[in-house]
Each structure stands twice: as C-alpha cells, then as structure tokens.
C-alpha cells in the first residue's frame, strides 16, 4: 500500500501557468487489501489525469475505479505543490507552483500508513 505514495511525487517541469480550472476526481482501489479506501484528488485537470493513470497501473491497488463520491471518515489530506521535473511530458510541465490536494477517506487498516507516507513526500503536507 505504500507504494501509493510513490505515484504522488511531482509531475511538473517548466514555468508555472495558472489556470482557473480544476478537476475532482475520486476513486477507489480494486485490491481486496485496499477495501474501505477511498481518495479524492483536486488539481489542474491534466495533472489529475496523470495521477488516476499512474495510480490505475499500481499493481498494489490492483487498479482503481472512479466513483461519484467518498464513503467512511476523512483520514488525512495533504496539498502538494507540482514540482519541477525534468522527466515530465512536456504537457505537464505549465503545472508546476500549482497545487494537488489528496485527501484518503475510509476504514481500512492502511489509512494510518498512507496518511504517514504521504506526509513524508517531498511537497506534500
């Protein structure tokens, strides 16, 4: 599960760009391990994106699916700022100062540690 954390370092790379536009997004994963777990994530639209791709390839969460909202307790949330990353795709890099705010919802087991991990990702929290 804390593998997680891992997909939700920054994706930026060039001179921020604000944008007026957001997107929401929540999602749970598949894994019966992960049940209960619900996240919600808030950003620029294509940064989003990027997350639900990166995280719908995790093989701990065996995939996720986006739903219309949460379910259970909020557990944490923590706001990252999109950092400079040379190894973006180039449509990601006008992102970067901008923020994603995660929030982890749910009973699960694994809430604490996500909520842990996340704290300890560089621009988050």
Known sequence: MVGLTGSLVACGGGSAQPTSTTATEIFKPKSPLAS???FQFRGPPAIVRNELDLLGH???LGGVTVIPRVHGPQDCM???TIQKDPK???RLRKYVGQKLTVWVFGR???APTICRALAKVPGVG
Request: hydrophobic share 35%.
């Open 58 to 60: 995790d093989r701990q």
């Open 78 to 80: 923590y706001v990252e």
């Open 88 to 90: 973006a795709a180039p």
């Open 36 to 38: 209960g777990l619900y």
């Open 108 to 110: 699960n087991r694994f």
